[in-house]
């Protein structure tokens, strides 16, 4: 079953706008984690949030959790072109294997 | 470094026929081992995972089947392929400690069944 859900599904702005992502999940995490996956490729490990922090930060992404709402916010400041591509939320459940499940995606279009 | 590799990239096979998906994994040892699908448009749904020789654990039952016979070689099997099986197929490891459990993909295999 899917446990992120990603929002928007398509997301399209002008470069050098920055674009914001969400994620809702349902049930307790240990983890949460974002990838990026250009078209016809494989996935590509962003960033990782631990349940107990808040926010962090890897140059232009910036990625926010709220353990009490459920839901997560990837930041992508001043987009370029080159930022487009899908990008996916991945949590792991409090007690459970460890292993991922991901979101649907949210499709970014960075228009030049 | 740890490289990923999957083969064939692209894939066309008639309904019916057998299928063999292979992934190897360098530079590490004891991975733990995943096969993902992606329909088109959608996330990915995990099929197996392996944390070890010979130990696979299914997610959705179906008409896939997943094999672990050395350590860092992972494939994916059918006897017969059917329709719904097209979609692009992903491999991933992950260090076996499992706490942090980023995961590193392949670069897929697109695979149609007509």
């Known amino acids: 079953s899917q446990q992120g859900e990603e929002d928007p599904q398509a997301l399209s702005i002008q470069e050098g706008e920055n674009a914001t992502m969400n994620c809702s999940y349902k049930t307790s995490i240990n983890n949460l984690q974002w990838y990026r996956q250009n078209s016809g490729r494989g996935l590509v490990h962003l960033i990782l949030?631990?349940?107990?922090?808040r926010e962090k930060h890897s140059g232009r992404l910036r990625v926010t959790l709220d353990t009490s709402k459920k839901s997560s916010s990837l930041l992508i400041t001043a987009s370029r072109a080159a930022d487009t591509a899908s990008y996916f939320c991945?949590?792991?459940?409090?007690?459970?294997?460890?292993?991922?499940?991901f979101g649907r995606g949210t499709s970014l279009i960075v228009h030049p | 470094s740890q490289t990923i590799h999957q083969w064939p990239a692209t894939l066309v096979q008639p309904v019916g026929s057998p299928l063999s998906l292979e992934c190897t994994v360098e530079g590490t040892s004891n991975p733990n081992l995943y096969w993902y699908r992606q329909a088109a448009g959608r996330g990915l749904q995990l099929l197996f995972y392996?944390?070890?020789?010979?130990?696979i654990s299914s997610e959705v039952p179906q008409n896939l089947s997943a094999s672990r016979p050395q350590d860092r070689q992972f494939i994916l099997s059918s006897k017969k392929l059917l329709l719904s099986d097209s979609g692009f197929y992903l491999c991933a490891w992950s260090v076996s400690s499992g706490l942090y459990n980023e995961q590193f993909f392949g670069p897929g295999t697109r695979l149609t069944v007509l």
């Open positions: 991945a949590t792991d459940e409090s007690g459970g294997s460890y292993i991922p499940t």
């Open positions: 392996s944390v070890g020789i010979g130990q």
């Open positions: 949030i631990r349940s107990n922090e």
